[in-house]
């Protein structure tokens, strides 16, 4: 990849605007094959400190690349606005090619309020606008709220999953989210979907008795969405779970009188975020376990014709392919997402 870079120090949204529209006009001079690409806008906002490290995330979500970048960085105590627009291409000796942009903004915290107005001439306007804050920063989302289409975010974020579940639900009344909680969840719904697919099997989802999750300590808001997805697809009668001396969750969801499921939600230990295990029961000890693995996951299935084990290649898409899912999704829309957060929220603890 080739880069065109410009930068400028105690700087407006007018000069960088025109710096992109420059910096567009002369490569696109040296070589008319060369176009710029026009899917998407992400905003970033983000505190300085860790500007390298969320920089860092963007650029590894692969071939999902925004179309045109902008980071803005907060800083304690700036007043000025200092900035850097980089354009990248592939310029093989002359041929066509897609442009991307990044900018990169250095603000303070008194910037935020009006953010609308500093990065308004700097966004595409035709294009979706997904707005990013990994490190809070309401001022900016309410500034920008107007002006955006998808908002992401991570429910796994908040200390508390029902604080976060319900910052979720906040935001999707004014535009579409996608949830980084929500997308760790994928493999294991896709994979429970095709287990109970076939006709045979799916009459026994009418007998389920348990439903077991494991999770990282930290991704309880991704078990509890997982656990609301089945909960909403099913037509369960959901419950509030309660929590068991710290030691994860436990509540029932009632498929009927007088059936009912136990639900049981358990940290364990894990180095990434997400979910490590489920475990579906069904009549007569009938049990379907998936669990992490190397390369995939791993399946065990024990019914009255003994056990059975093997391996599902590919199934985990891994933490780090999770950011770049989310800004491919932001093209998309999950009808599933809506009712899995309400029961999910649902499902939060009691406070008995």
Known sequence: MSEDVWSAQDTNP??????????????HAANQGLAPARVLTMIVIVDRSWKGEIANRLERVGRYHASRTILCAVEEGRETLDAVAVMSYNDQNGGMGVMREQVEIDMGPDHLPGLETIVDPIVIAELPTVLWCPHGHEAAVTALRGM???MLLDSDDSPEPAAGLAR???????????DLAWLRTTPWRERLAASFDPPVRRAMLGSLDGFTVRHQASSTASALLLTGWLCSRLGWDIRPLR????????????????RYVEIVLEPVEQDVPGLAGVTVVWEDGHTLALDRAQGGLSAQEHTADGEDQWLVLGASRGEGGILGEGVRQAHLRDPTYAPALQA?????????
């Open 14 to 27: 007018d000069a960088i605007e025109a710096a992109l529209r420059e910096l567009l006009r002369e490569r």
């Open 148 to 150: 955006i289409d998808v």
């Open 168 to 178: 979720a639900e906040e935001e999707l009344s004014t535009s579409y989210v996608v």
């Open 243 to 258: 929590s068991v001396n710290g030691s994860g969750l436990r509540g029932r969801a009632y498929t009927g009188r007088p």
């Open 344 to 352: 999910a929220r649902s499902l939060c603890v009691s406070s008995s």
